[in-house]
């Protein structure tokens, strides 16, 4: 009789053992889905934030680029309009 019920504790003890493993296995899984999740997130922001940087960078350099053409573009007109005008002054 104290034998079974002995064995019994055992079994109990055991069953319990097992219950707490699997607990905390899920909340290890659980813990590791979030961190999972998090990084994924943060992965997608730096991406996010390096496009826009990138966007960003190319518009500038667009914006420069255009600039630069459009300061060209005027000094030659000066220079065609200040030679034309030397040309008409030197023939009158």
Known sequence: MVELVLLEQRLLERVLRQIQSLSQVRKQ?????????????????????????????QVRGQRRVRSQNQNQHQARSQRQARNLSLEILGRE
Not at 31 to 46: A, I, K, M, Y
Request: aromatic share 0%; no cysteine; charged share 20%.
């Open 29 to 57: 899984n659980q813990l590791r889905g979030q961190n999972q999740l998090r990084n994924q997130n943060q992965v997608r922001g730096q991406r996010r934030v390096r496009s826009q940087n990138q966007n960003q960078h």
